[in-house]
Every structure is written in C-alpha cells, then in structure tokens.
C-alpha cells in the first residue's frame, strides 16, 4: 500500500463531497489534502468526471508541483496548490471550485461585503477578492502565478491566511483552504451561501449598510475571544 494512502483517501472523499454539495459541475474543481511531514499533497486527477476517481487515482505532487506518485495527470490548478501549501504553513487542504454566486462576485472583482452575521461567524472583515492578474503574469506561468496573487492580495489587505481561510481572484472563481481537506470544503460551502445571502441582500435593498462593528466584533469574540462559545 502507498505510504500516502491516508491523504489520497482523505483527497478523494472531500472531493466526492463537492458535487453533492451542488458546487461543482462536470469536472470543474478540485481539492487537494496534504501530508506536512512527508512535504506532498494528493490532488484530482485533471478531467476525470467525479464518478469514475477512486483514492488510488488521486495524484501525490510535492510543494513545488513535481508528481511524486500517480499515473494520471494532477488537476491543472495543482501549481496555485503547491504554491500555496509552500508558503502557508498551517493549512493541509485547498479547494478550487466555479460554484455560481461566489464565482459571480469574483467576476465583478468586488469584495463580498459583510452584511450579516453568518458571515461574521466565519470571517469578520469582507471576503476579499484578489485583483484580475496582469497580462505578464497570464501569459508566464499562469497556475503558479495565481497562488502568488492570492498571497499578494493577503499582504497588501494585512489580512491572516488563518484568519480568513477563503478568497476571491478577480474574473475567475474562489479558492478556500483550511487545516484539514474536509474544513476546507466546508469553508468552500459557507463562501458559497454567504455569496448568495449577500447578493440577494443588494438585491432587496441596494444601499443595504454593513454589519455594525458591535455584531462583528460580538461575533469575532464568541469564537475568538477568551470566553469563546461558538461551535459548541
Ligand atoms: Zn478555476
């Protein structure tokens, strides 16, 4: 048996949960699970429909992209993985997906703002939408490019990567992470409805303001804060 047999297993079930969940279509999406110790990550195979992976299909790629392990492809994306994975320590999963309203926002290229307080249970400061990437980094080494647009934008905005564990690139679709592959794919769903709820909220009222600062701030101490409650 693979040494890696835990993480191709752990790689596989969070991505069988992306269709069920209703964020992905055909083949689009991917989510990976990494092994810190052994320095690799399992990842999709590239354009094999989610009924026919297996974990034995799933692909063992180091974190600077190189196959360690699998006869097929790794999923196109796997160089914003690695790149991503090389840079942030603390996460062991990342997923990629084109679910509809959270791929919506990025190709407005707005922020998501935060309007309530399911959002504010998961992250109180809006869900940033990294800038559409330059033509030169387009045209380079796209995939690998795009982790460093999502780290750019982290810096620049002083945002945590374990704080807020979810981002928009502008005019393609969202990346979420975590420190397991399945908190991942829950941060992944959670970005989806609260892209949802927010643009069903500019579509009631327009000039909807933001959460107050007392509600974020109540919702950043309920799970943060020395006398945390949430999640129990
Ligand atoms: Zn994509």
Excluded at 52 to 81: A, N, Y
């Amino acid at each position: 048996m693979s040494k890696y047999q835990h993480i191709k297993q752990s790689a596989y079930e969070a991505n069988m949960k992306l269709p069920k969940l209703g964020l992905v279509l055909f083949t689009f999406g991917n989510v990976s699970a990494a092994d810190r110790e052994l320095g690799v990550f399992a990842i999709k195979p590239s354009g094999v429909p989610y009924e026919d992976l297996s974990p034995e299909k799933m692909v063992i790629v180091d974190f600077d992209g190189k196959t360690i392990e699998g006869d097929l492809r790794p999923s196109s994306d796997t160089l914003t993985h690695a790149v991503l994975y090389k840079h942030w320590d603390h996460i062991n999963g990342i997923v990629h997906t084109h679910s509809t309203y959270a791929t919506a926002w990025a190709q407005t290229q707005r922020d998501i703002p935060i309007f309530g307080t399911t959002h504010a249970d998961h992250i109180t400061v809006d869900v940033p939408c990294a800038p559409p990437m330059s033509d030169e980094m387009i045209a380079g080494d796209y995939e690998y490019q795009t982790g460093f647009q999502i780290m750019d934008c982290f810096k620049e905005k002083g945002l945590s990567y374990e704080e807020v564990e979810m981002v928009l690139v502008g005019n393609h679709a969202p990346f979420t992470w975590g420190k397991t592959a399945d908190k991942a794919v829950y941060n992944s769903a959670v970005l989806e409805t609260v892209a949802q709820m927010a643009y069903l909220t500019e579509q009631i009222n327009p000039q909807a303001p933001r959460l107050k600062d007392a509600l974020i701030k109540k919702h950043f101490e309920r799970k943060h804060g020395p006398n945390s409650y949430y999640g129990q």
